[in-house]
């Protein structure tokens, strides 16, 4: 599994966007890059999956550049409620291995 | 509703004796999975099962043993904990597909003394 590199934590301010990047160099061809956030003491929830370009649903989007060694998280306008752990996953292996890493933690100020 | 539950939700328990975390979900996925977390290490995946009778080790099966007898359930048994296996346990679950999305339980918390 391709090993990422998050920032460890991250503050922001309700309203802001906010962008969080993931390093992942040696991801192979067939990975998939996929985001979870997790709240205190709550089992992770999935945002959003892509493999390459800009993927975009009704919390999230997910930006990946042509090399697709690093991808970018966005979350529009945030909340007091967005504060939480969010954690970027690579990895294909028929879907079925996952590698959270030690996540970042975003917190969002009033 | 759908979901994925685990019972216990918290244990106390002391080393040596052992135990069995349940899980189960109502969504008739086929892939289950549990894991552990600690702080500063995030989640880490203990095992996990592609279907009835398939099970696979994850990064950290030592201590552990599961098995998937039922599609619903998959149960994590600790024949004889110890300290270090004190944790956070998730279970969760996805249905077959390219997808990562997993569908998690609202975790045990097990303290070994």
């Known amino acids: 599994l391709a090993k990422t590199t998050q920032p460890i934590s991250m503050d922001s301010y309700e309203g802001q966007e906010v962008n969080i990047t993931c390093s992942h160099n040696n991801i192979a061809t067939n990975d998939y890059i996929t985001w979870y956030q997790q709240f205190p003491s709550q089992g992770p929830r999935f945002i959003i999956q892509?493999?390459?370009t800009k993927v975009t649903n009704e919390v999230a989007s997910l930006f990946i550049p042509a090399d697709r060694k690093s991808s970018t998280l966005s979350l529009p306008r945030v909340s007091l409620s967005d504060t939480a752990v969010y954690y970027c996953l690579v990895g294909s292996e028929g879907f079925n291995k996952f590698y959270f890493g030690s996540g970042t933690k975003l917190n969002v100020k009033p | 509703e759908a979901q994925v539950t685990q019972n216990p939700r918290y244990l106390i328990t002391v080393t040596g004796k052992k135990l069995t975390v349940t899980c189960s979900q109502n969504?008739?996925?086929?892939?289950m999975s549990w894991y552990r977390q600690d702080p500063g290490l995030g989640l880490r995946q203990i095992y996990y099962?592609?279907?009835?009778?398939?099970?696979d080790k994850g990064d950290v099966p030592e201590g552990y043993k599961v098995s998937r007898k039922e599609k619903r359930n998959f149960p994590l048994i600790l024949e004889s904990p110890s300290p270090n296996q004190t944790s956070l346990y998730f279970c969760?679950?996805?249905?077959?597909?390219?997808?990562?999305?997993?569908?998690f339980g609202p975790g045990t918390r097990l303290t070994v003394t």
């Open positions: 969760a679950s996805r249905p077959q597909g390219r997808s990562y999305e997993q569908y």
């Open positions: 099962s592609m279907n009835v009778e398939v099970t």
């Open positions: 969504m008739n996925h086929e892939y």
């Open positions: 892509g493999y390459k």
